[in-house]
């Protein structure tokens, strides 16, 4: 989607006449979710708004290292709160993406959308989008550039979060010379990039270890290497006491496999009794989101996902199935 001016405009517009606004992510924030709430509801209240910005605290992870986490309402008092008049979604194109507390409240105000999706079409009364773009988080930081806004350390320590978990630190396809302007803009800031970088990539805990042994044991290798996968039972994640933010970067192991193409991780959250979650990988031209979309999902074109309301079993016969037929068809990104 093209963005303009207007975007801007109306986006500032829905703001300013807004007494109290409501900023969330998708469920289970990952780095650019949770940058971004941070980062704009610091902005935000820097520049006379009122606003609140919500989620699961307890799914976050290593990601509670962040300043600005401190300020972060938990999903449990929004209930509990005061009323809002405006909500702003932050990579998160939909309403069923949004936490289970606060779809309700986000259905019945208006909306601005700020993503970065190729499949998040026509969502929210305004909509800043932009495929092209690396991050929600890079979107957050154009945005505050348009306001004149000032970012202080917090807020750009989030952002720079946002971008690196997006990018896999600048090193995927979506890295532009936007991505690095915003990047070098941010470290003006006195963003500590090899603190970051160790807190994020260079240290695990024993949960997250466990996790990676036990998705190392059921990696399945077929198509001559061109399709890897692992997975996580419930009940893999019971026996170490782990949470998703315990293997977020276990889609690695498959991903790593050389000669992979497509890399496959199934997975079921503890609380969740009758869904499996399937994150996607490819490289060179198979496009994630077809594959993702045959089963309600969506992202990029190399990184996508979906929730598949089967057994972890079923779940995986149907993605391998829609894998062998995408492969027959030789459907790639952009045919």
């Keep these: 989607m093209a963005l303009s001016r207007q975007n801007y405009k109306a986006a500032k517009e829905l703001i300013d006449k807004s007494r109290r606004i409501l900023i969330s992510g998708h469920l289970s924030p990952d780095g650019d979710s949770l940058g971004s709430m941070i980062a704009l509801s610091r902005l935000l209240n820097a520049h006379g708004h009122d606003a609140v910005a919500v989620a699961d605290l307890n799914s976050i992870g290593k990601l509670s290292f962040l300043e600005g986490t401190c300020d972060i309402m938990p999903l449990k008092k929004l209930k509990r709160s005061k009323k809002f008049d405006l909500f702003i979604a932050l990579d998160c194109g939909g309403y069923e993406r949004m936490p289970a507390e606060v779809r309700p409240m986000a259905e019945k105000l208006p909306l601005i959308c700020i993503d970065h999706h190729i499949t998040t079409v026509d969502f929210g009364d305004v909509a800043i989008v932009d495929s092209s773009a690396s991050s929600a988080g890079e979107l957050v930081w154009r945005y505050a550039k348009w306001n004149e806004w000032k970012l202080d350390q917090v807020s750009a320590e989030a952002l720079w ?140 074109v190399k990184a996508a996902g979906c929730t598949i309301k089967a057994s972890l079993g079923a779940a995986k016969r149907a993605v391998r199935s829609a894998v062998r037929e995408m492969l027959k068809e030789g459907v790639k990104a952009g045919v």
């Design 161 to 300: 979060v946002a971008l690196i978990t997006d990018t896999g630190r600048f090193a995927y396809d979506s890295t532009k010379c936007a991505t690095m302007r915003a990047a070098g803009d941010l470290l003006k800031c006195g963003v500590r990039t090899s603190l970051i970088n160790d807190i994020i990539y260079g240290t695990f805990s024993k949960k997250s270890i466990e996790l990676k042994r036990i998705a190392w044991r059921s990696l399945h290798i077929w198509k001559n290497r061109r399709v890897a996968e692992v997975s996580l039972s419930r009940d893999d994640f019971r026996s170490v006491r782990g949470k998703k933010a315990d293997a977020e970067d276990i889609i690695e192991i498959p991903r790593s496999v050389t000669g992979n193409e497509i890399a496959l991780f199934f997975y079921q959250i503890p609380d969740r009794t009758k869904e499996t979650r399937c994150s996607i990988r490819t490289r060179g031209n198979w496009d994630a989101t077809r594959l993702a979309a045959k089963f309600g999902g969506g992202g990029h």
